[in-house]
């Protein structure tokens, strides 16, 4: 794992963008794994700027979302659809055929969740896949289990990640309890990791990441396996790991 610690969330978001941007440029049919919460906002920002300035295209870029929850439509302000639409595909020349996100509508799950790790693979696997963290150490909806999954499935949410992500909707009760979420083969099997983390709450997570066991109870340490990881933390998210 390459590790970058920085000082605050403003250069963990720039460091994101060039290494999203970098990836395009060196190969600008690239097929980008992304994740959608409040860490990879300001690097989807700073993306959109880029495209702005002529910087980068996304003309041939392949994407596929990790995840999205079960029982919010597209245009539900809170699904990642509505997230991802609103800061990244709607602001640059991603065209419709090349954009791959779960709807949280679907009727036939099995079937949708193989088939999307199908194409996942039908486009050459993904080259650089972008994760945050959960604060109990989930990438995707990868939950802490005694068991993960391997391909994309339906996911059961954690309390505390209900409880975390709770501050998007009007009331707890709100908060969807299923999601659909890549498994971590789909995760593992990208060519490069991307993996942002900042403020002190997610500290504990990325110490048991970097420097703990590896087990299913923090899904996150399975990325000490993967031989091309890159680590961006802001100083707080670092804390733990000096
Ligand atoms: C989102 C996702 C989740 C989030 C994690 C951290 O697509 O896969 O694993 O990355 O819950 O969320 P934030 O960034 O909101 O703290």
């Known amino acids: 794992m390459r590790i970058h610690i920085l000082k605050d969330y403003e250069e963990v978001s720039t460091k994101a963008a060039s290494v999203v941007s970098s990836q395009i440029i060196l190969k600008p049919n690239s097929v980008l794994g992304l994740a959608t919460g409040s ?7 700073k993306l959109v700027e880029m495209y702005n300035d002529q910087m980068v295209g996304f003309s041939e870029v392949i994407t596929f979302n990790l995840d999205e929850y079960l029982g919010l439509n597209p245009e539900h302000p809170q699904s990642y659809n509505y997230y991802m639409y609103n800061n990244l595909f709607n602001k640059v020349n991603l065209s419709e055929d090349r954009i791959n996100i779960p709807s949280g509508d679907i009727d036939k799950l099995e079937e ?3 088939e999307y790790d199908q194409k996942i693979d039908r486009a050459g696997g993904i080259d650089l896949q972008v994760l945050g963290i959960g604060t109990n150490g989930h990438i995707g ?5 005694h068991i993960l999954k391997t391909g994309t499935h339906v996911v059961e949410l954690a309390q505390e990640t209900i409880e975390a992500n709770s501050r998007f909707f009007d009331s707890l009760d709100e908060v969807p309890r299923r999601a659909i979420s890549m498994g971590m083969s789909s995760i593992m099997r990208a060519k490069k990791i991307l993996l942002l983390a900042s403020g002190e709450n997610k500290a504990e997570a990325i110490k048991r990441t970097i420097s703990g066991e590896i087990t299913t109870e923090v899904p996150a340490s399975l990325l000490q396996l993967h031989p091309d990881v890159t680590v961006v933390v802001d100083k707080k998210a670092a804390k733990l790991i000096g």
């Open 39 to 45: 860490t990879p906002l300001g690097m989807y920002q």
């Open 112 to 114: 949708f969740c193989k």
């Open 141 to 145: 909806f990868n939950e802490p289990d």
